[in-house]
């Protein structure tokens, strides 16, 4: 199945809140997302309409299954994996609230919805149509699309809200967004993307600036360095695929764009302070996956 990547830019508000989203995606999944997170003011809503899959959010592992709905807000450390023999598919909506000042007196939905750092359950609102319909716009373009799809992105925020009702789960109440602009989110798909590859010329050629005013907004935007960033992407890679039992290290060195087994061990052992085999044997204790 082909990924649909849409990205839209798109401004709208919700009871007085501005809402930025900036990309929607669908796909199926055969690889690894190694452990990452948001910025202040972010917010992805992940629905799964078919396949398996385990996701690990602050350190806990939950298994997904068809018509699992998940949200990670800001700072959630998260990082997703696919049952190779039935991997699951996802619809994916990243929003950003830029400056959702707390202060402000928010309406019981948009309380509600940033107050949520994290959520997963079933849907029992119907979000997987609600998805079909959002793609069907933005493939087609219908006359009026743009506004049909604030509609539906609205929507979707009021079904998200709905869900936490039927299972309240504890609340976090997010910090002042300061991140203004879509840089700090191309940063985050490449690096979660394209660990295999990573380049500081490449990273710096995509945010149209120079590599000494990215590694300046690296360190702004998260208090690290280009090569810490990288290192730490691909380390979060590697605790994960360590646990696909049938996988060889150095098949794992490879998919990490290391050189040899060798260089990756070593990185790993430097990283971690244990050796991967190390690593794998004492510390990976998966319960089985679910079956289809």
Same mark, same amino acid.
Request: with cysteine; charged share 20%; glycine share 6%.
């Given at each position: 199945?082909?990924?649909?990547?849409?990205?839209?830019?798109?401004?709208?508000?919700?009871?007085?809140?501005?809402?930025?989203?900036?990309?929607?995606?669908?796909?199926?999944?055969?690889?690894?997302?190694?452990?990452?997170?948001?910025?202040?003011?972010?917010?992805?809503?992940?629905?799964?309409?078919?396949?398996?899959?385990?996701?690990?959010?602050?350190?806990?592992?939950?298994?997904?299954?068809?018509?699992?709905?998940?949200?990670?807000?800001?700072?959630?450390?998260?990082?997703?994996?696919?049952?190779?023999?039935?991997?699951?598919?996802?619809?994916?909506?990243?929003?950003?609230?830029?400056?959702?000042?707390?202060?402000?007196?928010?309406?019981?939905?948009?309380?509600?919805?940033? !107050? #949520?750092?994290?959520?997963?359950?079933?849907?029992?609102?119907?979000?997987?149509?609600?998805?079909?319909?959002?793609?069907?716009?933005?493939?087609?373009?219908?006359?009026?699309?743009?506004?049909?799809?604030?509609?539906?992105? !609205?929507?979707?925020?009021?079904?998200?809200?709905?869900?936490?009702?039927?299972?309240?789960?504890?609340?976090?109440?997010?910090?002042?967004?300061?991140?203004?602009?879509?840089?700090?989110?191309?940063?985050?798909?490449?690096?979660?993307?394209?660990?295999? #590859?990573?380049?500081?010329?490449?990273?710096?050629?995509?945010?149209?600036?120079?590599?000494?005013? #990215?590694?300046?907004?690296?360190?702004?935007?998260?208090?690290? #360095?280009?090569?810490?960033?990288?290192?730490?992407?691909?380390?979060?890679?590697?605790?994960?695929?360590?646990?696909?039992?049938?996988?060889?290290?150095? !098949?794992?060195?490879?998919?990490?764009?290391? !050189?040899?087994?060798?260089?990756?061990?070593?990185?790993?052992?430097?990283?971690?302070?244990?050796?991967?085999?190390?690593?794998?044997?004492?510390?990976?204790?998966?319960?089985?996956?679910?079956?289809?």
């Amino acid at each position: 199945m082909k990924t649909q990547y849409t990205s839209i830019d798109l401004h709208f508000s919700l009871d007085g809140i501005p809402i930025h989203t900036l990309n929607i995606i669908f796909e199926r999944f055969t690889r690894v997302i190694p452990s990452h997170s948001h910025g202040n003011g972010c917010y992805e809503i992940h629905y799964i309409p078919a396949g398996y899959g385990r996701l690990k959010a602050d350190g806990e592992y939950y298994d997904i299954s068809p018509n699992t709905l998940f949200v990670t807000g800001p700072h959630v450390e998260h990082a997703q994996s696919p049952l190779l023999s039935d991997p699951m598919q996802e619809y994916c909506v990243y929003f950003r609230f830029p400056g959702s000042s707390r202060s402000k007196k928010l309406s019981p939905l948009m309380d509600s919805f940033l !107050s #949520t750092r994290f959520w997963l359950g079933q849907d029992v609102q119907g979000i997987h149509f609600l998805m079909k319909q959002l793609f069907g716009e933005l493939e087609h373009h219908y006359t009026g699309y743009q506004n049909q799809v604030e509609l539906l992105l !609205s929507q979707l925020i009021i079904y998200l809200v709905r869900n936490y009702e039927q299972e309240k789960k504890p609340e976090y109440r997010s910090a002042d967004s300061n991140l203004h602009n879509s840089k700090s989110m191309i940063i985050e798909e490449y690096f979660l993307y394209e660990y295999r #590859t990573l380049s500081l010329d490449a990273l710096a050629d995509r945010l149209k600036l120079s590599t000494r005013q #990215t590694q300046r907004l690296l360190l702004e935007y998260y208090g690290k #360095t280009f090569q810490q960033k990288k290192t730490e992407a691909r380390m979060s890679a590697a605790s994960i695929l360590l646990g696909e039992k049938g996988r060889s290290i150095a !098949s794992i060195a490879e998919e990490l764009g290391y !050189s040899s087994a060798e260089h990756f061990s070593s990185a790993f052992k430097k990283y971690y302070e244990i050796s991967p085999g190390c690593y794998r044997r004492e510390r990976m204790e998966f319960p089985p996956y679910p079956q289809a």
